[in-house]
């Protein structure tokens, strides 16, 4: 049940035109992403197109429903010791390979191994902390809107102190 709601989220998030740039073997883009064809999908280094890091195992949405990060079930390369990592949609792209009916997708990220490395675990602690961050944003960012409206209607508010000339 939950990867099917998770296709259906992440095929919503992609038809939106958010998330994965992709770089196909031809010059035609694919046009729609199927997560179910992602998901388990092998990732390299960009720096290092060999080295395998990983699959993913993941794929989170933002409130917004568009992909903000990747979660990979790293081997032991690198250090990593078979944890699952998450990538940010800002280290990561999506090539795509087409050979007649076949797709085949594989992640790249862009970052140096000691980056990958200090990439956060997936975990409990992480997912709590995370959700925090975004709540306390929000929060931040819906002050910041009242305040502005505020400010913006006492500006243009008559001043009653003032005498027409």
């Known amino acids: 049940m939950r ?14 035109g958010v ?15 199927s997560a179910d064809d992602i998901m388990d999908a092998d990732v390299y280094l960009e720096g290092n ?23 990979v079930e790293s081997g032991s390369v690198l250090g990593l010791g078979g944890r699952e990592i998450v990538v940010n949609a800002d280290y990561f792209s999506l090539e795509t390979y087409t ?8 992640v790249l990220i ?13 975990n ?18 819906e002050e910041s809107i009242e305040s502005a409206w505020q400010y913006t209607r006492e500006a243009i508010a008559p001043d009653d102190n003032v005498d027409e000339q």
């Open 19 to 33: 998330a994965f740039s992709a770089n196909a073997a031809s010059s035609e883009p694919q046009g729609m992403y």
């Open 110 to 122: 862009s970052a140096s191994e000691d980056e990958v490395k200090a990439f956060p675990t997936y």
């Open 124 to 141: 409990r602690e992480w997912w709590e902390q995370t959700k925090a961050n975004a709540r306390d944003a929000w929060e931040t960012t």
């Open 49 to 71: 197109p060999n080295e395998e890091v990983g699959d993913v195992d993941d794929i989170l949405l933002n409130e917004e429903m568009k992909v903000s990060s990747l979660v």
């Open 3 to 16: 990867k099917s709601i998770i296709t259906t989220a992440v095929s919503a998030a992609l038809l939106s």
């Open 99 to 106: 050979d007649g009916d076949d797709t085949e997708h594989r």
